[in-house]
């Protein structure tokens, strides 16, 4: 907990000081809005009283010091106003902008630290089946056995490193797509049979209609269904089910990700597909990730003029639903 109190506090420091120079702009406004009307009165008893009584068009003249000061007043008003709505709208926008900074700050650290565990993990189990190969002469069904954990932790870090740089890509527009027609039927289908030999105790159901096919990017298609795929594995319990399907149909194809986990409040749908968000509590949260998966979901989907969408599952769980036109 004690670490992330300086970056609380720094957004109690913010606040407070935004708000101080807030109250402190408007009162200034209020108080200058006063003064000036003090001297318009003063101005105008000054004038009033310079008026000579017997003078024949004294009523005339003192009707147009009145209406010069009632000109004057609209006009201290207007300005006022609308100085006051400038302030209001640059404090909003002003508002907005920071705690927006702030939170990308917070989500940028927490970044850091998953970033770091995930790297941390795969490597030190990576070096420990290492070292048990080299120093020990274990059996070949044993060997093999640490041999396949130790790829599935190196898929781990190269999917981790592919994500990092093509989110990096994708922001600074220098990613260069070359797009070209693919069989999304087999991609699919090839991205579900690599998680069933990387995750052989758990249960992926497909409905995969053939020879489907789009005008994309293979690597892309693929970060997005393993993404989808893993993110489905990773929020649900061990013995579900996870159920994908592709279908085409009235000029669109569909692809959908079925999970049986605990699914997704109302709230955190409009937020999930955020760069660096992840659902629930940063410091209570089990499940891996960065908090990237979704956000270059629904790049991908963008970059193949598509929409991805996500609503829940009965009964339980969340189901994710990428839509394609067909041209």
Same mark, same amino acid.
């Given at each position: 907990?004690? !670490?992330?109190?300086?970056?609380?506090?720094?957004?109690?420091?913010?606040?407070?000081?935004?708000? +101080?120079?807030?109250?402190?702009?408007?009162? %200034?406004?209020?108080?200058?809005?006063?003064?000036?009307?003090?001297?318009?009165?003063?101005?105008?008893?000054?004038?009033?009283?310079?008026?000579?009584?017997?003078?024949? +068009?004294?009523?005339?003249?003192? $009707?147009?010091?009145?209406?010069?000061?009632?000109?004057?007043?609209?006009?201290?008003?207007?300005?006022?106003?609308? !100085?006051? %709505?400038?302030?209001?709208?640059?404090?909003?926008?002003?508002?907005?902008?920071?705690?927006?900074?702030?939170?990308?700050?917070?989500?940028?650290?927490? !970044?850091?630290?998953?970033?770091?565990?995930?790297l941390k993990t795969p490597i030190a189990i990576t070096q420990l089946n290492l070292e048990t190969l080299q120093k020990r002469k274990l059996e070949e069904e044993k060997q093999q056995k640490l041999i396949s954990?130790?790829?599935?932790? %190196?898929?781990?870090?190269?999917?981790?490193?592919?994500?990092?740089?093509?989110?990096?890509?994708?922001?600074?527009?220098?990613?260069?797509?070359?797009?070209?027609?693919?069989?999304?039927?087999?991609?699919?289908?090839?991205?579900?049979?690599?998680? %069933?030999?990387?995750? *052989?105790?758990?249960?992926?159901?497909?409905?995969?209609?053939?020879?489907?096919?789009?005008?994309? /990017?293979?690597?892309?298609?693929?970060?997005?269904?393993?993404? $989808?795929?893993?993110?489905?594995?990773?929020?649900? *319990?061990?013995?579900?089910?996870?159920?994908?399907?592709?279908?085409?149909?009235?000029?669109?194809?569909?692809?959908?990700?079925?999970? /049986?986990?605990?699914?997704?409040?109302?709230?955190?749908?409009?937020?999930?597909?955020?760069?660096?968000?992840?659902?629930?509590n940063e410091n209570t949260r089990k499940a891996k990730g960065t908090g990237l998966g979704l956000y270059l979901c629904q790049k991908i989907v963008q970059g193949h003029h598509g929409y991805i969408a996500v609503?829940?599952?009965?009964?339980?769980?969340?189901?994710?639903?990428?839509? !394609?036109?067909?041209?």
């Amino acid at each position: 907990m004690s !670490f992330f109190k300086p970056q609380q506090q720094k957004q109690v420091v913010v606040t407070i000081v935004y708000w +101080v120079l807030l109250v402190y702009m408007i009162a %200034a406004l209020l108080y200058w809005y006063t003064a000036l009307e003090k001297q318009n009165e003063v101005i105008s008893k000054i004038s009033v009283s310079n008026l000579q009584t017997n003078d024949p +068009v004294y009523h005339q003249k003192y $009707l147009f010091i009145e209406e010069a000061k009632k000109r004057k007043t609209t006009q201290y008003l207007a300005e006022g106003f609308t !100085f006051l %709505a400038l302030i209001i709208l640059g404090a909003v926008f002003v508002f907005r902008a920071t705690r927006r900074q702030l939170r990308l700050s917070q989500q940028q650290q927490n !970044f850091m630290m998953a970033v770091t565990h995930e790297l941390k993990t795969p490597i030190a189990i990576t070096q420990l089946n290492l070292e048990t190969l080299q120093k020990r002469k274990l059996e070949e069904e044993k060997q093999q056995k640490l041999i396949s954990n130790t790829l599935q932790e %190196a898929n781990r870090l190269n999917t981790l490193c592919n994500n990092i740089l093509l989110a990096s890509q994708l922001d600074s527009g220098l990613y260069s797509s070359q797009k070209q027609e693919i069989n999304l039927s087999d991609l699919v289908e090839g991205c579900i049979d690599d998680f %069933a030999n990387r995750y *052989p105790q758990r249960k992926i159901t497909e409905k995969i209609a053939e020879s489907i096919y789009i005008n994309g /990017e293979t690597l892309l298609l693929q970060m997005l269904v393993n993404n $989808l795929i893993e993110n489905a594995l990773k929020y649900s *319990p061990k013995e579900s089910v996870i159920t994908v399907t592709l279908q085409e149909e009235n000029q669109k194809i569909q692809l959908t990700v079925i999970d /049986e986990g605990q699914g997704i409040s109302d709230t955190e749908k409009k937020k999930i597909f955020e760069k660096f968000y992840r659902t629930g509590n940063e410091n209570t949260r089990k499940a891996k990730g960065t908090g990237l998966g979704l956000y270059l979901c629904q790049k991908i989907v963008q970059g193949h003029h598509g929409y991805i969408a996500v609503k829940d599952n009965s009964p339980t769980g969340t189901n994710f639903t990428v839509t !394609f036109q067909i041209k």
